[in-house]
T-cell receptor, first 118, second 112 residues
Framework: NAGVTQTPKFRVLKTGQSMTLLCAQD?????MYWYRQDPGMGLRLIHY???????AKGEVPDGYNVSRLKKQNFLLGLESAAPSQTSVYFC?????????????????FGAGSRLTVL | KNQVEQSPQSLIILEGKNCTLQ??????????LRWYKQDTGRGPVSLTI?????NTKSNGRYTATLDADTKQSSLHITASQLSDSASYIC???????????FGTGTQLKVEL
């Protein structure tokens, strides 16, 4: 199984440009997440989804939009990129099944997408 | 505000030596605590989970401990290998929901 796949792996944007990061998972997980990771800070949740057609804001949602039209895909969009959005973005997925088991809700992460906004 | 603090920030040890990484949290109510390993250029991978009733759990050369009274956890690595070089991240799940709080990680480097 591929697990969680993110594309692209690297991207350089100019301020004001738009782009979309794609996340795909093949584990039939209900939940999907977008995080950003910056030096000296823990992973911060941008947006998440608990099922197809649903999305919700996380800790740092401003400047981002998401969509989950299919269960296996979760898209993160930047409408007008800013230098403050330079970061490494991680997609993750999880399943709430087996709620009391050690495997429940463990996050499976993608390899990350490094975005630089000039 | 719920917080997860990890120490040390970075650590360099010689191959074959042992080390212990610390995680202190203020998350309340508490559900569980996970340790993740993040290799350079990769996403984090779960090493072990600690629930409220568990004090110690081992996964190969990794042993995690939890003291729910003092809100502290540790990750002990025995007989370190070069492949242990990575960032180790402590993540605490809040009880009653899905909210996670991530620590900033400890960057471990194992040298020959």
């Amino acid at each position: 199984n591929a697990g969680v796949t993110q594309t692209p792996k690297f991207r350089v944007l100019k301020t004001g440009q738009s782009m979309t990061l794609l996340c795909a998972q093949d584990m039939n997980h209900e939940y999907m997440y977008w995080y950003r990771q910056d030096p000296g800070m823990g992973l911060r949740l941008i947006h998440y989804s608990v099922g197809e057609g649903t999305t919700a804001k996380g800790e740092v949602p401003d400047g981002y939009n998401v969509s989950r039209l299919k269960k296996q895909n979760f898209l993160l969009g930047l409408e007008s990129a800013a230098p403050s959005q330079t970061s490494v973005y991680f997609c993750a997925s999880s399943s709430p099944r087996g709620r009391d088991s050690p495997g429940a809700n463990v996050l499976t992460f993608g390899a990350g997408s490094r975005l630089t906004v000039l | 505000k719920n917080q997860v603090e990890q120490s040390p920030q970075s650590l360099i040890i010689l191959e074959g030596k042992n080390c212990t990484l610390q995680c202190n949290y203020t998350v309340s109510p508490f559900s569980n605590l996970r340790w993740y390993k993040q290799d350079t250029g990769r996403g984090p991978v779960s090493l072990t989970i600690m629930t409220f009733s568990e004090n110690t759990k081992s996964n190969g050369r990794y042993t995690a401990t939890l003291d729910a009274d003092t809100k502290q956890s540790s990750l002990h690595i025995t007989a370190s290998q070069l492949s242990d070089s990575a960032s180790y991240i402590c993540v605490v799940r809040e009880g009653g929901g899905n909210k996670l709080t991530f620590g900033t990680g400890t960057q471990l480097k194992v040298e020959l």
